[in-house]
């Protein structure tokens, strides 16, 4: 089964493990550091903070700068749901808007006007998360430009764009135009520490306190302990979560992490396949780039008329599957979702026009390193065959 991504391990990462499990560490030991210091290298920033998962980065990123009740963070509504929800994590409120129509990330115009409607209104906008889908950076030279002019807080969700640059040549992560940024190790992303995540960032402070919060908000150093006891003083200052990677996770990180750039390669090879083989083909419409990116493909998205609604995609995705192709969605657009269909603002749909029109169109094929010419070959002979309705 050809499904649209998994993780690519080997050897050399299954040593990297076992070499933890004959240390005297398997929690946080000294590869959290390691790996830590290797992700701040590779990514330009300042600090890399690891944690348990891409969702918890965000939701220390919403810890540490601070959102309350009352704020307004401005979110693309065509993303994965913990992009908004972290927002509601802290109690802030996610306002969605819609997305670029080509390359499908969050749409600086739309940012615009959002804040200007809701300031009008009274309303606190404090922050923007972007998102850089499926590997394509979004416009950080705009949005800061916009941040500066209004006073927003940026975050880039950036779990899908690891080796990444924008601005001809500006990488995805160095935190150049935005606070901070939030990365995944989940399997299916660029690398992988089976469950991980991370926050990259300038900011000493924003470090500082997302550190903190991943460990229960405990301090355990003398310099920072007024009326400290001892070595074994512990003394929790914060209201803190046990978002932690352990030293199995961030050796496999490491390990992982040299290989990026081949991964980043590969997959630009493996949508170099698409692009040809599908060269001509109007009727699949195929991922869109700004001239100053260069896309990192986590995903490979083409668009297509399915017909007949959800259910003309459902009879696609069957007669893929016969053939064993899985393709994926990503994603429905997130006011969609049960949880937030009564909680958004009346007209909100209305509002996302493109975000809507891709929902229906929009369909993710399988791009991991391990493809080869003759799989693409493969999943493309699939989508045409589904597309006039045939199977085997």
Known sequence: MLNYGRQCLDEEDKRAILEVMDSDWLTTGPYVGRFERALAERFGAKHAIVCANGTAALHLSALALQWQPGDVVIVPAITFVASANCAMYVGAEPYFVDVDPGTLVIDPDEVERAVRLLRAAGRRVRAVVGVDLAGHPADWVALRALADRYELQLVDDACHAMGATYANGVRVGDCTHYDLATLSFHPVKHITTGEGGAILTNDDRLAERAMLLRSHGIRNQEAQIPAWEGPWHLEMTDLGYNY???????????????????????????????????????????PALRPDVQHAYHLYILRTAFGEGAAGR???????????????????????????????????????????????????????????????????????????????
């Open 244 to 286: 932690r990677l352990n030293d199995l996770q961030c050796a496999l990180g490491l390990s992982q992490l040299r290989k990026l750039d081949d991964f980043v390669a590969k997959r630009r090879e493996i949508a170099g396949w698409y692009d040809a083989l599908l060269a001509g083909d109007r009727r699949f419409a195929r």
């Open 314 to 392: 459902k009879a696609f995705y069957s007669r893929c599957l016969e053939r064993g192709v899985r393709f994926q969605v990503h994603y429905r657009p997130v006011p969609l979702n049960a949880f937030y269909r009564d909680r958004v603002s009346p007209g909100t749909l209305e509002r996302l026009p493109n975000a809507m029109k891709y929902y229906r169109e929009c369909l993710s094929v399988p791009i991991y390193p391990q493809l080869t010419h003759e799989n693409i070959s493969h999943v493309v002979e699939t989508l045409r065959l589904a597309v006039e309705g045939g199977g085997q």
